[in-house]
Nanobody, 115 residues
């Protein structure tokens, strides 16, 4: 059974940094993409960043230039380095990994940025 576990969330002051990690276990397929999403209560899930199997990356407009995604494919682990955090970055961050006809999600980790 596939399981994704996020860690690294917490409380930080505006302008600070956090590094999120997501470790996947039980994956038996070729992972084509690893992504971070975030979702605030009552709002749609928002794509934060994606890294593909071949290393291509993309970022949401609101985090571009502040966040950096990276991965350790051998360990099925994806990271999100978040710098220059703003109060509006406060929400739950979810890890997503998938392949062909496969899509798995973690439970999320809370990030809170105080002003």
């Amino acid at each position: 059974q596939v399981r994704l576990v996020e860690s690294g969330g917490g409380l930080v002051q505006a302008g600070g940094s956090l590094r999120l990690s997501c470790v996947a276990s039980g994956i038996t397929y070729t992972v084509q993409y690893m992504s971070w999403y975030r979702q605030a209560p009552g709002k749609q899930r928002e794509l934060v960043s994606t890294i593909t199997r071949y290393g291509g990356t993309n970022y949401g407009d609101s985090v571009n230039g502040r966040f950096t995604i990276s991965r350790d494919s051998a360990k099925n682990t994806v990271y999100l380095q978040m710098n220059s955090l703003k109060p509006e970055d406060t929400t739950v961050y979810l890890c997503n990994m998938g392949g062909i006809y496969k899509d798995n999600w973690g439970q999320g980790t809370q990030v809170t940025v105080s002003s």
